[in-house]
């Protein structure tokens, strides 16, 4: 390079470096602007509404937020822009800009949009403790009156279903739109029955019996892990009456799970199966599942916990019978302990919360999109276009073609945020496609959903808690407990009754018993409307 | 980054050239400085706007690790509360224990890993073959442009217990096979190695761009007088490289109370948190997932201030040993 062309790209790069900064900051600051603007007149606009409606003259506009599952294929757009957003546009009359936040870092995502003013309109996750966190951040807004004031389907949804109310409710008010959750069962479990019926074995019914058939795979199949999956220990708690991060009404009194008596117990079954390589025990780096996945469809486990009906299901089980056409699972129903038989986590009535957010312009458009998402917006959403995706047969939707549906309708759902839909479990077969192991496989999840709702999850009231005690020791307790259970696992020398010990010690020591004051308080002010 | 450099080193010359020696005198004569080099203060100006507006400007959020921040309040309309989150941090005892994990892994890497490239790139400066070198370079710059995500993946899998390449190799000579990711010692001989693997490589072109900066007389020089190769590397190269290696020891010194996230978010697990929960990650979990915005700037604050410490102080030894300090 000669001294003259140095001295060009020296220029070059220097009017580069101008530009960029300016540039970035000019288009900050403008975007920024339009923002904020339209907002902060919007709080008295509302005030004065009472004689002209005062959003009748705003543009019909309206974001929300999805979850982000990463399943649109690119042939079909983003999640941002594709047929059934369209569809949605066309059908509500609405126009809608869809907010994707990654299913796995939702909170973090939604957390950050609205700390920083750019959060969509409607905001809406599963959880409901999520809720509770936006009501006291103040960043969304009660709802109550608009539903009031503008609803027809959706008042007329709630007066039908009233006991979604205290669901919705927040320190008094109604912050969050929901709907019934048509299908409550959430974690199951299988098992296998051809490796039972090799080595001559009974399906377990208790938990002895469950550690027993799983030594006995252990022996028998030696290259193989007799029970995989990641809820391997929530599944365990279920079945004790328990959950290591939920509260409890045990004697009367508000308890955290972590810090009930029988939580030594579950310690000990956990220490027990990790010990006697009864569970992988690699788990602990097995952090998306995907070593359990692939140990159970290459037919090198036993049993998997895994999430009752959900796709992900479905797709284990068409890959195992694929790899391995004569394995035979079977839905295994939860075993019974000394605490007699308890069901696996199942959700509770309320499905998808949907929140206003404080800066909303026009919540009239949102109630609009709910009332015209529950007045049947959903169906297509859900089951595709009628006659391409799916044909109606004795009242159930039934998918024409399993790959197109995958492709086309598969990440569709959750656009529906509220539904008014029923479920029956023998659904899942009519709903499957025809070929032989979709068959197979839907009819054997028909059989699962018998089987983990035949006892109920121990709810001892209709919704957890939310307050601030609570909330601010949470993260701590929640890795104190991992790390007790770690711990135990590990190191021989520990045990449940230690386990339990470490942790109460800790819960004292972070403000464990201010929150237990609060929770019972909490119960105690709540407990007539249960 | 050749501009950012000159861009440094002309502020840095001015610095020193414009000390004044009377008042009256100083503005004069900072006039005619400005007026010489005025190209020079244009092209300075974009990167004084971009100081302000991305690093200075955000420094005003901070007030909220004072304040009991609230979404809907904003960082103005937010209640004061003094230094309560300051109380809380250095009540509880989780602080103590990311504080000294947090000293701890940066501790081990400034004395494993920031010797690595100097080490590199003196042998990369012996190699004869041009074309070799070259190739050998860019293969071990490599590992610097792939995400920690990709190589946390692929660490964990090569040293799982049961399908893991290493305790394939360890099975080989009649070992048993060990768990590397939930034993204290092996997970933070990892989390170093990585950062090794990683970074190394990258890390050598400041020390290359030193070497080659040497004048190749004093080689000669040294040659005539017998030196070996050895004697070569002692010194003339490592004298030569001496500010480069202060500079980049006080920068590293800088960051010791802040481990990059990514690399210990997916190297985490629950049988280690005891050595790798750090402050980065601490404040993630509490601070954006679960809406403790104030306490966890407070801990923020405390970490930068213990950094500015830690930099001013090696600053001074440094300076204090002869070399050219940061300033």
């Not at chain 1, 916990?305 to 056409?325: F, R």
């Not at chain 2, 004569?29 to 400005?34: P, Q, S, V």
């Not at chain 2, 700037?297 to 002869?322: E, M, P, Y």
Request: glycine content about 6%.
């Amino acid at each position: 390079m000669n001294k003259s062309s140095k001295k060009w790209l020296l220029v070059l790069l220097t009017i580069v470096m101008v530009m960029v900064p300016v540039l970035t900051a000019c288009g900050d600051s403008s975007s920024e602007g339009e923002a904020d603007q339209p907002s902060k007149d919007e709080p008295q606009a509302t005030a004065e509404g009472s004689e002209k409606d005062p959003y009748d003259d705003l543009p019909k506009e309206l974001s929300i937020s999805t979850l982000d599952r990463g399943r649109v294929s690119s042939d079909e757009g983003t999640y941002e822009e594709n047929r059934w957003v369209d569809y949605i546009r066309e059908e509500s009359g609405i126009d809608v800009s869809i907010v994707p936040v990654p299913r796995k870092q939702s909170y973090e995502k939604l957390n950050v949009l609205v700390a920083a003013g750019q959060a969509p309109d409607l905001i809406w996750e599963y959880s409901r403790d999520y809720m509770g966190n936006l009501v006291t951040q103040g960043a969304i807004q009660p709802i109550g009156e608009y539903i009031e004031k503008y609803s027809t389907s959706y008042k007329e949804y709630l007066e039908e279903n009233p006991d979604l109310l205290p669901l919705m409710t927040f320190e008094g008010e109604i912050y969050a739109a929901t709907s019934r959750r048509a299908n409550k069962a959430n974690h199951g479990m299988f098992i296998r029955q051809d490796w039972l019926d090799e080595l001559g074995l009974d399906i377990p019914k208790t938990m002895d019996e469950l550690l027993a058939v799983a030594e006995a795979f252990k022996e028998a199949k030696p290259d193989s892990i007799p029970i995989v999956g990641k809820q391997t220990f929530v599944t365990i708690e279920a079945m004790y009456g328990m959950r290591q991060d939920r509260w409890f009404l045990e004697d009367d009194k508000m308890t955290y799970g972590a810090t009930m008596d029988r939580y030594a117990e579950v310690l000990d079954v956990s220490k027990t199966l990790y010990e006697n390589g009864l569970i992988d025990t690699e788990f602990l780096t097995d952090t998306n599942n995907q070593r359990a996945i692939q140990f159970w469809t290459t037919g090198k486990a036993g049993m998997i916990t895994y999430n009752w009906g959900s796709a992900g299901a479905h797709n284990i089980m068409k890959d195992l019978y694929t790899n391995d056409p004569d394995a035979v699972v079977v839905p295994l129903e939860p075993v019974e302990t000394p605490y007699g038989n308890n069901g696996l986590y199942q959700e509770t009535d309320a499905f998808i919360y949907v929140a206003f957010n404080k800066d909303m312009k026009n919540p009239k458009a949102a109630i609009e999109y709910l009332d015209w998402m529950i007045d049947g917006g959903w169906v297509q959403l859900v089951n595709g276009e009628e006659g391409i995706h799916s044909e109606l047969v004795d009242g159930v939707y039934k998918e024409l073609d399993a790959e197109k549906f995958k492709k086309e309708v598969y990440y569709a759902p959750e656009y529906g945020v509220v539904r008014d839909q029923t479920f029956t479990p023998e659904e899942i077969v009519v709903k499957a496609a025809d070929d032989e192991i979709s068959q197979k496989v839907a009819s054997m999840i028909t059989d699962s959903w018998y089987a983990q709702t035949k006892y109920p999850w121990r709810r001892d009231f209709p919704y957890q808690p939310s307050f601030a005690e609570f909330s601010e020791i949470e993260p701590t307790i929640d890795t104190i407990v991992e790390e007790v259970r770690t711990k135990i696992l590990l190191q021989s020398d520990k045990d449940g009754a230690w386990g339990l010990e470490e942790i109460r010690n800790e819960w004292e020591r972070i403000g464990g018993l201010e929150a237990d004051k609060a929770a019972q308080e909490w119960y105690n002010a709540n407990k007539d409307s249960f | 980054m050749n501009n950012s450099n000159t861009a440094i080193e002309q502020t840095s010359s001015i610095k020193q050239d414009s000390k004044p020696t009377k008042k009256s005198k100083r503005l004069q004569k900072a006039w005619k400085y400005i007026k010489r080099d005025k190209y020079l203060y244009i092209m300075l100006f974009p990167v004084i706007v971009y100081f302000l507006i991305f690093k200075y400007a955000p420094l005003y959020g901070e007030i909220i690790a004072f304040k009991n921040y609230r979404l809907a309040d904003g960082i103005n309309g937010s209640e004061w509360v003094g230094f309560e989150h300051f109380r809380n941090l250095f009540a509880s005892q989780e602080f103590y224990t990311i504080f000294r994990n947090t000293l701890l892994l940066n501790f081990y890497s400034l004395v494993f890993v920031f010797p690595v490239p100097i080490l590199l790139a003196l042998l990369l400066n012996e190699l004869r073959g041009e074309g070799y070198k070259r190739v050998l370079q860019n293969i071990l710059y490599i590992p610097h442009f792939i995400s920690w995500v990709v190589i946390g993946g692929i660490l964990i899998a090569l040293l799982s217990p049961s399908t893991g390449f290493i305790n394939y190799a360890l099975q080989f000579f009649g070992l048993e096979p060990i768990y590397f990711m939930v034993s204290k010692f092996w997970w933070t001989v990892s989390f170093i190695a990585s950062s090794v693997w990683k970074e190394a490589g990258f890390g050598t072109i400041l020390y290359m761009a030193a070497i080659a900066g040497i004048s190749p007389s004093l080689y000669e020089a040294a040659k005539i007088d017998g030196a070996s190769k050895f004697r070569q590397i002692w010194h003339v190269t490592l004298p030569g490289i001496r500010s480069t290696i202060a500079i980049l020891l006080i920068l590293q010194v800088g960051k010791i109370m802040d481990v990059g996230f990514e690399h210990i978010y997916v190297l985490q697990n629950p049988a280690v948190s005891e050595v790798a929960e750090v402050i980065s990650t601490y404040v993630y979990s509490r601070g954006i997932i679960n809406l403790q915005y104030s306490y966890t700037t407070a801990l923020g604050l405390f970490q930068s201030i213990i950094a500015l410490i830690l930099v001013v102080s090696v600053n001074r030894i440094v300076k204090a040993l002869g070399e050219r300090g940061l300033w």
